[in-house]
């Protein structure tokens, strides 16, 4: 009768973890979907020459950018949560952190690129913006290798 609290206890907990490691990864993911677009609609602005269809897909990348912001929040805090929550990992967890500082510096650079669209002042082509493009694929592959992996 003792132990039960305790057994109810370490069950609650596992499940907690449980469930703020199923909201980072929606999250996350959810914040990669921005990731992902955004760079795409940059192909398509740094392309377009019809005004009323550069403003639509500025009012959509505004849109997008801000949303893709709000979801990152939520992605970042549950992380910090199961890192706090497991302890500190070992040495692919600091290169996942780190690739986690480079995604946010991605995502202000797409914010700074955005603010450029603004004001008419893009001098990149549509090709640089593929390339930028594939980055964060590259980035996710990584870590998603780094998490399951572990290899050290």
């Not at 967890?93 to 500082?101: D, G, I």
């Not at 549509?126 to 694929?137: A, G, L, S, T």
Request: aromatic share 14%; hydrophobic share 55%.
């Amino acid at each position: 009768m003792g132990n039960r609290p305790r057994v109810i206890q370490t069950f609650d907990r596992r499940n907690t973890m449980l469930l703020v490691k199923s909201l980072h990864i929606v999250f996350v993911t959810s914040w990669f979907a921005g990731l992902f677009y955004l760079p795409r609609v940059f192909v398509n602005l740094a392309m377009e020459t019809n005004e009323a269809a550069t403003a639509r897909l500025l009012s959509m990348a505004r849109k997008l950018y801000r949303f893709m912001t709000i979801l990152a929040v939520p992605a970042l805090a549950f992380g910090l949560w199961l890192w706090l929550g497991y302890g500190i990992g070992g040495g692919w967890l600091h290169v996942k952190l780190a690739l986690v500082a480079v995604l946010l510096g991605y995502h202000h650079a797409c914010g700074h690129l955005l603010k450029k669209f603004e004001a008419g002042a893009n001098r990149r082509s549509h090709r640089w913006y593929r390339w930028f493009n594939e980055m964060p694929v590259i980035i996710l592959f990584a870590v998603v290798l780094l998490v399951v992996l572990k290899p050290f």
